[in-house]
């Protein structure tokens, strides 16, 4: 399984509120990938998305350490997001004066030949398959859920006043409801986990006919947030793709 | 914050109030002495430069407005990352929390609030200013209940941001337009859509379109039809809901056309006379408002055109029906007593007051125009006014950079207004005079001093004009004041330039790098010291002694550069650890490996032990840091995550109580 991952913080902001993990089984094999994006201001647009990355990344390493692990993949996601949202909501209330802060996640779990996908907010989950790719997460977004109600098309949704509108983050509230979706695993498959700063940059068709080149992940990937930052990368970038 | 003093003007008194893109701080203001309102951008704002200016741009804009019923904008600044908009300290409370204690406003109320709200409205839209965000949250009411709408201009700054941000769930989605939720192009019907969903929220004490999520509400404003407000309120007159109805319609081109017009409607329903069948295609309504448009419109050049039309209209008017006429002289009266409630709006109506006032039988005074008396000297203007028999109040006097003194600076009305003189006068004329440049004097002990303060303090205390300029001297260090023109200790007015003589420090002369490949530390200090240069950084860092020979140099051997510039030298055996997951993740760092720290069963630990883990990375031997913890025995093993880079060798170091325990190797290669 070959995979890259990428994160800038685009031309114009000076932070990188975007985080992201790979994380990989004892044979080297990747297992896990998150990918967030932070909001909440500028002390603090950065604590959400990496607490998110770290306590999930520690929930299921911990996990598949235990022996006799029964539960399935979805409730192994659902119990270390759910701890995380606890930690960061417990972190904002002690330690920054009930300052909402929050988190939007992607992240993806490889489990017995499926993938299993959870996801909150407006990053996204591509699945490129016969040369086909497809958003199979729902933005989670003011525009995101205009564009599905069919009140917006998607270059509509992308000059919107509200595009940076999320509807749902995870440590935002107490508890959060998480979208999950799963997809068999077959050869071939890539699998791109990305932030908005790339998504509000470039088509799904670019990424398509990109991420379907022969060339390596890596220089695909650098390839993209060069041009994402042509467009005037204003936000930050982050993009972990995956070829089965 | 509060306690802070922004550019040494602006003292923080207390938060007044929290929004989504800034809080707001009651002030006092150091100069003038009096209450201000600070409102202070929120840090998530402050980098985005696009933002920012955009933010500036709109405020200075909006700053231009001056109205009775608009929150007066005084100052827009910026200190180090605080960005700030000074405005009019408002003791009161937003219309939100006035309809959240009294409930349904009574309609009469609620139609004198919604007449105040667009008189604003009316001054900004011709300034081509469009509010995008009115709503009872940015309407404040004043002890005396005087609304006054505040932050024009500043929805649209924020739509040019990219912060994520969690969608505002009880805000302004209730208040947008159908246009609005779309993202579409919006423009002073938007405006007037959400003054009639304010007014809604009067009328009724709820909002029209309500649902869980904010996504949903945005949808109803799309699709759905309100609820008459009469449903819930039963003595609103028809006329009312009517009035709301029409400005809520979902195309703009079914909306009133502007501000003017609603307010027309709005008279009306008060007078007690219902809207026949939609004021549309009301013969009286389009007449007078075509009237106030070409008015409006037409500006102060035509307006000698304009009264030869005005004159034929009327010819026109006398051939209709008479009660037609009644109707229209008694609407036109009310309009004009309203007007001058509101302030503001009156002199839209004040060419009709000149064609009209005549036939009522009260007052035979014609109204006079008030001339410009800005660049007149105050008392030329005061004669002027006397002459006329025009009331005015106490002329203010103010600094003035530039203006001399005793000249007048701005007037109110502004000219071209006419009002009413002697005894049946209602607004009185307002000069603002110039008292010439204030003075202050350029300090003497300055010289040395550091140039950014020196600037900081010209510019913000004294309010003058510092201008740089740079010079070589083998006296003063750079980067600080060899002398201002004027010289230290003149006197000046403020507002005035000063040039500030900062120092490059002593002339360098140009050398070219020595190639220093190959030498040893001792050998290349000799050639750099030599040509009066400085050592740089030595890489690697952190070493002790530098017993190899140099591989690479940074500048690069042959670059002309300036004396005292520092060379960056490379040593040998140079190795380049990749850092963990701090900063920027690059590509490929920050994969991570999870492993399992032991006990060692042979080795002699009591209850808790102090486990410390580092790790390398590649062929260095330089242990990084990983993680530090006091274990309980029964929490092994544990579990730590170690960051790895694909294609360098990664080994797990691990230490209990301070002794070394043991080395597992965790990643050799993808």
């Not at chain 1, 270059?155 to 959060?176: D, M, S």
């Not at chain 1, 908005?196 to 670019?206: C, I, P, Q, R």
């Not at chain 2, 007593?337 to 039988?361: E, M, N, P, R």
Request: glycine share 8%; hydrophobic share 35%.
């Amino acid at each position: 399984m070959e995979y890259a991952a990428i994160s800038d913080k685009g031309i114009i902001r000076e932070q990188n509120e975007d985080f992201w993990n790979i994380i990989l089984d004892e044979n080297g094999q990747p297992q896990a990938f998150i990918v967030a994006d932070g909001m909440g201001g500028h002390q603090a647009g950065d604590i959400a998305s990496k607490m998110a990355v770290e306590l999930i990344s520690n929930g299921i390493c911990s996990y598949f350490k235990k022996e006799n692990a029964k539960d399935t993949t979805e409730q192994v996601f659902k119990d270390a997001i759910n701890q995380a949202n606890d930690g960061i909501f417990q972190y904002a209330l002690k330690n920054l004066d009930g300052n909402n802060i929050g988190t939007t996640l992607t992240a993806g779990l490889l489990n017995k030949g499926r993938l299993t996908i959870a996801h909150i907010g407006d990053s996204r989950f591509y699945l490129i398959r016969n040369a086909n790719i497809e958003k199979l997460t729902k933005d989670h977004s003011f525009v995101g859920e205009l564009v599905d109600k069919g009140i917006l098309d998607v270059e509509e949704a992308k000059v919107h006043p509200r595009r940076n509108q999320i509807t749902r983050a995870l440590g935002y509230e107490k508890e959060v409801q998480i979208d999950f979706y799963s997809v068999d695993v077959y050869s071939d498959d890539i699998y791109l986990f990305c932030t908005d700063g790339l998504t509000m940059k470039l088509t799904s068709d670019e990424l398509l006919s990109m991420l379907i080149q022969d060339k390596d992940l890596d220089s695909i990937l650098r390839d993209m947030v060069a041009l994402a930052n042509e467009r005037g990368g204003e936000d930050n970038i982050t993009a972990i793709a995956v070829k089965v | 914050m509060t306690g802070k003093v922004l550019n040494n003007r602006y003292e923080l008194v207390e938060l007044a109030g929290s929004g989504g893109m800034a809080d707001v701080y009651k002030a006092r203001c150091r100069v003038l002495k009096r209450w201000v309102a600070v409102k202070i951008l929120k840090d998530e704002f402050v980098n985005d430069e696009e933002f920012l200016e955009r933010f500036e741009r709109e405020a200075y804009a909006a700053g231009s407005l001056n109205h009775p019923n608009i929150v007066s904008i005084y100052d827009v600044g910026r200190e180090d990352n605080i960005h700030y908009i000074v405005m009019e300290y408002v003791d009161g409370i937003t219309l939100k929390d006035y309809i959240r204690r009294n409930g349904a406003i009574p309609w009469e109320e609620a139609a004198e609030i919604a007449i105040s709200i667009l008189s604003a409205l009316h001054k900004a839209h011709r300034h081509n200013i469009v509010h995008r965000d009115i709503k009872p949250q940015n309407i404040l009411m004043t002890s005396d209940n005087v609304p006054k709408v505040a932050d024009f201009g500043i929805a649209r700054a924020t739509s040019t941001s990219t912060i994520t941000m969690k969608v505002d769930t009880v805000g302004s989605v209730h208040y947008s337009s159908p246009e609005q939720a779309r993202g579409g192009y919006t423009d002073a019907q938007s405006d007037i859509y959400s003054v009639g969903v304010t007014l809604y929220e009067m009328l009724t004490g709820r909002v029209p379109f309500d649902a869980d999520t904010p996504v949903s509400v945005a949808l109803k404003h799309i699709e759905e039809e309100a609820p008459i407000p009469s449903d819930y309120v039963a003595d609103i007159p028809k006329a009312m809901d009517d009035i709301v109805l029409r400005a809520m319609k979902k195309a703009k081109t079914e909306r009133y056309d502007s501000a003017l017009q609603m307010i027309a409607d709005l008279d009306r329903a008060k007078m007690g006379k219902e809207m026949s069948n939609g004021s549309v295609n009301d013969p009286f309504a389009t007449k007078v408002i075509g009237d106030l448009e070409d008015e409006t419109l037409a500006g102060k050049s035509s307006r000698n055109k304009n009264k030869r039309k005005n004159d034929k209209r009327k010819a026109k008017k006398s051939d209709k029906p008479k009660s037609k006429k009644k109707g229209f002289l008694i609407a036109t009266v009310y309009i004009l007593l309203i007007g001058v409630i509101v302030g503001g709006i009156w002199f839209a109506y004040d060419k009709i007051v000149k064609d009209l006032i005549g036939a009522i039988s009260a007052p035979k005074t014609e109204p006079v125009e008030v001339i410009s008396y800005i660049g007149k000297h105050i008392d030329e203007a005061i004669e002027d006014l006397k002459e006329k028999n025009l009331p005015y109040l106490e002329p203010v006097y103010e600094y003035h950079d530039t203006v001399e003194k005793d000249i007048v600076i701005s007037q109110k009305p502004t000219a071209g207004i006419s009002i009413m003189p002697g005894s049946v006068a209602i607004t009185k004329v307002e000069l603002i005079v110039s008292n010439g440049p204030q003075m202050v004097t350029i300090p003497e002990d300055m010289k040395f001093a550091d140039y950014l303060e020196v600037e900081l303090y010209l510019r913000d205390d004294l309010r003058l004009k510092p201008k740089e300029v740079a010079e070589y001297s083998d006296e003063v260090a750079e980067g600080r004041v060899i002398r201002t023109q004027p010289a230290m200790g003149s006197d000046v007015s403020v507002g005035s330039e000063v040039i500030i003589y900062r120092s490059l420090g002593p002339k360098l002369m140009d050398v070219v790098v020595p190639d220093l490949s190959n030498d040893t530390m001792d050998e290349a200090k000799h050639k750099l010291l030599s040509e009066n240069l400085s050592i740089g950084k030595i890489f690697p860092e952190d070493r002790e002694g530098y017993k190899g020979r140099i591989i690479d140099q940074e500048p690069k051997a042959g670059t002309t550069v300036k004396e005292l510039t520092a060379v960056n030298l490379y040593f040998g055996d140079e190795q380049s650890p990749t850092g963990g997951d701090g900063g920027v993740p690059g590509i490929n760092q920050s994969v991570r490996v999870t492993r399992s720290i032991y006990l060692p069963v042979q080795g002699n630990f009591g209850n808790k032990v102090e486990v410390e883990a580092y790790y390398t990375t590649g062929d260095t031997t330089e242990e990084i840091f990983l993680t530090r913890i006091e274990l309980e025995r029964t929490k092994f093993p544990y579990d730590v995550l170690v960051p790895v880079t694909p294609g360098a060798k990664t080994t797990l170091i691990v230490y209990m109580d301070g002794q070394f325990q043991y080395t597992e190797e965790v990643f050799s290669e993808r």
